[in-house]
C-alpha cells in the first residue's frame, strides 16, 4: 500500500505562486506515476498534472505554461509549482499515485489541500 501526505495549498491572490508537496510512504518501488488531480465546488474531479516514472509530464490545457509538476526520487516527493494563479484555479487539490493491480492499476490519494485565489 501507499500513503501520500499533501502540503502547500493555502490563499494567495490572483497571479501569485504557491507550491503543492505530496510525499510518498509505504511501497514506493511500486508507483509507475503520480500526478495532481483538482476538484472546484460543483465540478468533476479533473487531472491537473501528471508525470511518469520515466519523467514524461502531462498537462491539462488550462494549466499549461503556468504549472510545472516535479519530483524528488530522494525524498519519494512530488511537487506542482503553480505560477501566475488565476481565480479559476481555486479547488481542492488531491496528489495520486497509481500501482499495478493485477490486469490493470490502482490509484491511491492525498487527503487533498485547499488551494483559494481570490482577484
Known amino acids: 500500500q501507499v500513503q501520500l501526505v499533501e502540503s502547500g495549498g493555502g490563499l494567495v491572490q490572483a497571479g501569485g505562486s504557491l507550491r503543492l508537496s505530496c510525499a510518498a510512504s509505504?511501497?514506493?518501488?511500486?508507483?509507475?506515476?503520480m500526478g495532481w488531480y483538482r476538484q472546484a465546488p460543483g465540478k468533476q474531479r479533473e487531472s491537473v498534472a501528471t508525470?511518469?516514472?520515466?519523467?514524461?509530464?502531462n498537462y491539462a490545457d488550462s494549466v499549461k505554461g503556468r504549472f510545472t509538476i516535479s519530483r524528488d526520487n530522494a525524498k519519494n516527493t512530488v511537487y506542482l509549482q503553480m505560477n501566475s494563479l488565476k481565480p479559476e484555479d481555486t479547488a481542492v487539490y488531491y496528489c495520486?499515485?497509481?500501482?499495478?493491480?493485477?490486469?490493470?492499476?490502482?490509484?491511491?490519494w492525498g487527503q487533498g489541500t485547499q488551494v483559494t485565489v481570490s482577484s
Open positions: 495520486n499515485a497509481r500501482t499495478p493491480y493485477g490486469p490493470g492499476y490502482h490509484d491511491y
Open positions: 509505504g511501497s514506493i518501488f511500486s508507483i509507475n506515476a
Open positions: 508525470i511518469t516514472n520515466g519523467g514524461i509530464t
